[in-house]
């Protein structure tokens, strides 16, 4: 399984994310710069987390318009997989990628601790080997992690099973609209989540539960 | 021709810094408040002089970045439009 993991400037992720991917698919990731107009040939985009442009003017927005990410779009458009995670699904939803936005938490701090998640759905490449209403223990670190979207596409969201993640309600970190977690475009080939799966895929991390995403998808593009 | 936007929430969509503002002022004293909700303020200048074309280009970049339309709403103000 190839991939490709695009830096912006402000990116602080992006090593955790390269060196998941390369431990858990044996395959060294490319990084790819946020000014570079065309993509390689790869089987997943992730979009790390961070601080692309210091989050001026709302988070994600300034990156969802740099130059790679016309490449991105289009290659999603083909239908390869795309992760997002934490700036990254922020990134995503700016893009309109994915549907809804990420307002800034109910609380107005910033959060970083381990929370719950529920695998809400498992039919999807990224979540195929959770078992469907698992409950998994994964970090956030964000300041805006907090998803809104209108009740229309709420509701098309939960009845096309495009709600991979919820929050258990006890740790919902941010106050996250049905305690929404991470969720999936029209496709299902285009993940936005906050927390970070690739801090916990080795025991030295603490735990491997994270490590189910990157597995799905070698397996899905195997 | 300058260019002011102003950048509001819309009706319905969860303000916390707006609360947290209200929250400080009432702890000031000002105990006649109502809800707080706060935005953003763009002052831009574009070379344009007819003030339609002016406002169409605002308009467009209000859309495209700006603004998130999923939360936002906006509003132009021309100078001397």
Known sequence: MKSAVIVFPGSNREHDMLYALEQVTGHTPIAVWHQETSLPDVDLIVLPGGFSFGDYLRTGAIAGLSPIMKAVTEKADMGVRVLGVCNGFQILTETGLLPGILLRNAHLKFVCKEVKLEVASNVTDFTKVYDKGQVIRCPVAHHDGNYFADDATLAELEDNNRIAFRYTPDTNPNGSIRNIAGILNERGNVLGMMPHPENLIEPAQGGTDGRGIFASLLEALS | ?81
Request: hydrophobic residues 40%; contains cysteine; charged residues 30%.
């Open chain 2, 1 to 81: 021709m300058k260019a002011r936007i102003k950048i509001t929430l819309k009706n319905g969509v969860l303000d916390p810094q707006g609360k947290a503002i209200g929250h400080a002022l009432h702890q000031l004293g000002f105990d006649r408040l109502g809800e707080v909700r706060q935005g953003k303020f763009i002052e831009l200048d574009i070379a344009e002089t007819d003030p339609a074309k002016a406002r169409s280009a605002v308009e467009e970049m209000c859309e495209r970045v700006l603004a998130n339309t999923v939360i936002e709403n906006y509003d132009i103000e021309l100078d001397g439009a």
